[in-house]
């Protein structure tokens, strides 16, 4: 059992409610989208095939329990679901970031997803599954990139689908870096009183924008 891998590395989570820990990245090679803000275009097809327990083995080198499962789009891969089975099984806490395309009922409820919405900057906002809504769990979180104020609409106009859920606890909204200022898509939430969280890439304001691996 393998999977395309791009890299492993030990850094600091940058978004999410778990941003600012400790965090292992798998990144796995692969993705159907290509969003016109990604900055993780060498995922698209750069990686190796490695042995799952070779993978898990490689991360239990890092003293660090929380793992993001991470691409390209992960579950782009038929053995996905395998590996964040195992890892929960070894009493990781795994997190898997997913373009919300593809269909998340094959993942373990254990996991934490944290499922994007494309808005209209990312070119591929005809694409979103919301489907997948219905197989949330109270864990799970919902995030958009907000580049310009024609996301911010859209995001919003998403918002009612999503907080007519009582499952769906956390929703952040994240200004692209380079596109939107963090203080604009401030106002503008403060301006419309949103119950949203704004979500700073950490790893964004920490390094480099084209260094890797962190």
Known sequence: MT?????????IQGESTYAGYPCIFIRL????????YCDTTYA??????VAVEKIIDTISSYKCRLIEITGGEPLLQAETPALIRKLLDKNYR???ETNGT??????????????DIKCPSSGEEGKNNFLNLSKFTERDEIKFVIGTRDDYVYAKKI????QGNSLIQHIHFSPA???????TLSAWILEDSLDVRLNLQLHKIIWPL???GV
Do not use: H, W
């Not at 593809?102 to 499922?115: F, N, P, Y």
């Not at 870096?177 to 203080?183: F, Q, V, Y």
């Open 102 to 115: 593809l269909d998340t009922g094959s993942v373990d409820a254990r996991c934490i997803k944290i499922m």
């Open 177 to 183: 870096k380079e596109m939107i200022l963090p203080s």
């Open 3 to 11: 999977l395309k891998l791009n890299e492993i590395f030990y850094s």
């Open 210 to 212: 084209d260094q890797r």
């Open 159 to 162: 918002l009612p689908l999503l």
């Open 44 to 49: 698209y097809d750069e990686g190796e095939d």
């Open 94 to 96: 795994v997190l898997l």
């Open 29 to 36: 090679a692969g993705c159907n989208l290509r969003c016109s």
